[in-house]
Nanobody, 116 residues
Framework: QVQLVESGGGSVQAGGSLRLSCKAPRMILSTFSGTDVEWYRQAPGKQREMVASITTGRVTNYPDSVKGRFTVSRDNGKRMVYLQMNSLKAEDTAVYYC???????WGQGTQVTVPS
């Protein structure tokens, strides 16, 4: 069964913006509220890397490669996590995945393409 569903990917010109969404339709509210959530991405031929995380207390963390451009947020009532991506670059092209830490669930991914 699919536990996490990402959406919002697409193709956008360099400098543009996209907002990714991750929904946990089958997760009960207390479980979703009690888990940290992370966004990862994987480009062709490269390892999967974390690009954003948000804790249960809404503390966020980003690697230097996206800091200042990406913003993660969550709406526990809707069981949703969002990734706002601004000033997109060609190197942001990848499949983006949502991940909950407890339980350890992954989404199916959504493609983001920024043509060079």
């Amino acid at each position: 069964q699919v536990q996490l569903v990402e959406s919002g990917g697409g193709s956008v010109q360099a400098g543009g913006s996209l907002r990714l969404s991750c929904k946990a339709p089958r997760m009960i509210l207390s479980t979703f509220s009690g888990t940290d959530v992370e966004w990862y991405r994987q480009a062709p031929g490269k390892q999967r890397e974390m690009v954003a995380s948000i804790t249960t207390g809404r503390v966020t963390n980003y690697p230097d490669s996206v800091k200042g451009r990406f913003t993660v947020s969550r709406d526990n009532g809707k069981r949703m996590v969002y990734l706002q991506m601004n000033s997109l670059k060609a190197e942001d092209t990848a499949v983006y995945y949502c991940h909950t830490t407890t339980p350890n669930y992954w989404g199916q991914g959504t493609q983001v393409t920024v043509p060079s």
